[in-house]
Structures are given as structure tokens and as C-alpha cells.
């Protein structure tokens, strides 16, 4: 999206939400991927964890269309994500490539338990790689 403090409020929102479910990410780095590990409690079943990729901010300029010579920015872009069922296990691991821009600063990792059914979001995390327990190859 374009606008970037209604995007950030929307995702505290969630985060201040989150009493229902606890989740723990930690992620290990090496140049070409990121292991992220993560432990999750849900409160029921029919619950997934999902972990997002997210480039925090990115610029566009447009060349032709309506938009020519505009630098459009875009906030908090999901560039990959993980959906895992957590009705056999609740702790884990998962793999993002990496993209080639990658920069500690302006990538983080998002993890929300949802409810399969009704879409709600039971527990969120916000895991910024510049802030976050990792280590490196």
C-alpha cells in the first residue's frame, strides 16, 4: 500500500490484539536465505501460523501511463509467506530466499496465528531483522 501510517497502525492494531496466541520467531541469516525458527501456543484448532517476508519501504518511478514521472512509494510489501497448519506441531522451521536487495534495515519478518475458519487474527509478531536474535553462518 501507499499509505504507510495506516498500514503500521493496522499491523499495532493486531499485535496489541494478540493475547489469545503466543509466538516466538528467531531467524539465523546467511547470504542467500533466512532460516526463520518459531514456537507457537494457540488456544484451539483450525488455527495456521503464517510468516510474511516484508520489505518495511520501496520506491517506484513510473515511465509511462497516467502516473508518468510520479516516484510512488509502497509500504510494508510481502514479498514471500508461509502457511503452516498448527494441528501436528507447533514449533518449527521455515526457509525465505532471500532477495538480492536484501538489507538487514529495511526487512522484517511478520508471524499471525489465524483461524482457518473465520479469518481472525489470534497472535501477531513483528521480528525486524535489524532488531532481531540472529546469527550467521
Do not use: C
Not at 526463520?36 to 516484508?54: C, E, F, N, R
Not at 520506491?59 to 502516473?67: A, D
Request: aromatic share 6%; hydrophobic share 35%.
Amino acid at each position: 500500500g501507499s499509505d504507510g501510517r495506516a498500514v503500521e497502525h493496522a499491523v499495532q492494531t493486531a499485535l496489541a490484539a494478540s493475547s489469545n496466541s503466543s509466538i516466538d520467531l528467531s531467524v539465523k541469516l546467511s547470504p542467500a536465505k533466512a532460516d526463520v525458527m518459531y514456537k507457537a501456543t494457540s488456544t484451539g484448532l483450525k488455527q495456521d501460523l503464517l510468516i510474511s517476508l516484508i520489505e518495511k519501504k520501496s520506491n517506484s518511478y513510473i515511465k509511462r501511463g497516467e502516473n508518468k514521472g510520479l516516484d510512488l512509494v509502497h509500504w510494508q510489501i510481502v514479498h514471500q509467506q508461509k502457511q503452516i497448519p498448527l494441528t501436528n506441531s507447533s514449533d518449527g522451521m521455515v526457509s525465505f530466499k532471500l532477495p538480492r536487495n536484501f538489507d538487514s534495515n529495511n526487512w522484517e519478518l511478520v508471524g499471525m496465528v489465524q483461524h482457518t475458519k473465520t479469518g481472525e487474527i489470534i497472535g501477531a509478531v513483528k521480528l525486524p531483522f535489524n532488531e532481531s536474535k540472529y546469527g550467521s553462518n
